[in-house]
């Protein structure tokens, strides 16, 4: 089992900048990615940035340029780093760790999810 504990979500006007944090517990030799999801009203969760182990990156291509995911592996913890904030950026944000145990089962974590609002 993993626990992911989210922080750092909040509301900011268009322009500015917010860091997501996501803390990762339990089982944590078992994570290969952990990434950032969002999910606005009425619209379906989208992957938004990922990180493999091996630091391989992945974005969407509407924050390409505007955030950046990093990982701290000895503090097993995420971060997005999100500048240029946009309205259109407004959603639940959620940390996902997706893991693999040692007989090749497959998991998906999730962790709470953390609002992030941007005013225009």
């Known amino acids: 089992q993993v626990q992911l504990v989210a922080s750092g979500g909040g509301l900011v006007q268009a322009g500015g900048s917010l860091r997501l944090s996501c803390a990762a517990s339990g089982s944590i030799f078992s994570i290969n990615t952990m990434g950032w999801y969002r999910q606005a009203p009425g619209k379906q969760r989208e992957l938004v940035a990922a990180i493999s182990v091996l630091g391989r990156l992945n974005y969407v291509d509407s924050v390409k340029g505007r955030f950046t995911i990093s990982r701290d592996n000895a503090k097993n913890t995420v971060y997005l780093q999100m500048n240029s904030l946009k309205p259109e950026d407004t959603a639940v944000y959620y940390c996902?760790?997706?893991?693999?145990?040692?007989?090749?089962?497959?998991?998906?974590?999730w962790g709470q999810g953390t609002q992030v609002t941007v005013s225009s």
């Open positions: 996902n760790a997706h893991a693999v145990d040692p007989w090749g089962h497959e998991y998906n974590y």
